[in-house]
């Protein structure tokens, strides 16, 4: 008796899963047919895990270095991409640097998306004063340009990784804030939210069935988008003197310390430059891609 | 609409409020004594006692925060810990540095940027817009302070055609062609993140306008190309506005970088210098008016808006 119900579920079942294309696989499908996509998401995949892999793959340690050894051009034998002012290599430098770089760039982006998600859909499910309260907030911490408000908050509390990743989360939340409550109060006011919540859905349910499952894919495409930002934020900060401390290697933080090298160098100096364009412009593409894949009907 | 401009105000006065307190609690953000912060290990007794009494620090914070505001509304910036003067004054130098870089930058950002814009979204899919699109994603990728970095090498190392850094004269605006030479690098390497951004703002507004029937219709009217190029203009001016007043703002904040890689002496820089001096009063005074004006730019790209799109009066 039981294995003829599973058996007439399975037959039933069956048609069902070949004639409808779930939303994620079809997101999945238009992904691989995406060129670009699928290149920058191998170049950055190959990015991640060369800094990862850095202790095995860097062909020197990044922090030795030999000051007959200073300055050398790309391409000189055993060092790849040359050696910096100090002479320590610059491929196991680059290697190293990632490490940080993606880092502070990532970690940011992944802990605003939580903490003004949060908020954001509290204010768009809750509504009336919450929402006015939380959102006026934001508001004020948007009257700062970003770049400054990561320099203000990263000079008073002292360089350091730290301080970085606080400064740009600070940073991050309100756009994030943002965009979850209005996508929140989009999805609030749609019919199905209606019905589920006719149908006697509680508000926990609503909001984790209803509100949190429709917005999380626009909320993603827009939290990659600014994880850019915030690789050029976060290296930008070193690059003051503001982010990681020396002699850390980190993309920022050693193009500065090239800065004078320029007039012996040029193409030396601008290489942790590259690398930093090379994975934003990834990421960028990447959200670009992702966005016209899942094709959200909410506007972010 | 100017019931819409007094509404606009009065928005405006809690948010400055908050930025007024976000400001002044930047002082008492370090943990332990807001004094050890704001002084050198070696400043002269006087200095602390004079420090003590204009900041109170013995008093409760809100009567703190209460006579502080006073004095900045009063016109009062603070004194710098490390010059003795009055901020006010380098400070003011400083900005009029900052939007001698940053106002051809944000022309020349918003300007191209829109052209750029409609030029590949009249083209799309086709070669120019293949090549522009891929100078946009570079435009928004690109870390402008490495970008600085590259124009230097190529312009002033290679080519030896513009000064690597610092400015002519006196500062301020330029006066002569020698003046003028300084700003181009710097002018060059801000505008670039806002020319990609306006522009890929621009090209998705003039292909959603194209799609839309009333260019259609208009086509169909038989209007001059032109003719219609100027409604989807109109179409496409509000939003990249309202962008370019973003963009306008983070120029003036976050022109800290290039500043520091052309030895520019803007308020980046002077922000730069308060932070490696310990300098807590220019700091705060810095980032004061720079966020001041931020809102203020922003309060005038509303109502521009408003002039343009009435459907902004809302």
Redesign the interface.
Known sequence: MEMAETNTQATRREPDVELVKTYWRSVGERLLRDRVTVGVALILAVMVSASLLAPWLAPHDPMAGSVANRLKPVGTTGHLLGTDETGRDMLSRILYGGRLSLLCGLTPVILATLIGGFIGVIAGVAGGVVNALLM??M???Y??????LA???C???GAGITNTILSLTIVFVPPIVRITESLTTQVRNLDFVEAARAAGASHLELIRFQVIANILGPLFVYATSLV?ISI?LA??LS????GVVPPAAEW?LM?NAL?QA??VD?VL??LP?VA??VT??C???LS?GLRTAMDTRLKA | MLKFIGMRLLHTV???F??S??VFA??H??PGNPLD?LLPADAPKEVIERLKAEYGFDQPLYVQYLSWLGRVLAGDLGTSVFTGQKVAGDLFSALNNTLAIALPAAVLGFTLGIALGVVTGLHQGGWIDRVFSVLS??G????H???A??L???FS??LGMLPAAGMAGDGGWPTSLEDVSYLVLPVISLSLIPIGIISRLVRSTVLEVTGQEFAGALKAKGLRRRRILLHILKNAAPPALALMGLQF??L???S??VE??YNWPGAGQL??L???RRD?PV?QAT?LI??LL??LINLLVDVLQALIDPRMRR
């Open positions: 006026r907030l508001d004020v911490l009257a700062f340009p970003s770049v400054l320099v203000a908050i000079g008073v509390l850019s050029i290296s930008g690059f003051l003197g503001l920022g193009l800065r320029i007039w040029p100096a601008a430059g930093i364009l934003s412009m990421f960028n593409l670009d | 809690p948010i400055l908050g930025v307190l976000l930047l002082v953000m370090v912060i994603i570079f928004v990728s690109v870390p302070f490495w970008l970095i590259v230097v090498a190529i190392v290679g703002g983070y003036l904040g976050g800290i970088l520091t890689v922000m730069n308060a932070i490696f807590i700091l980032v720079l966020s931020f809102v």
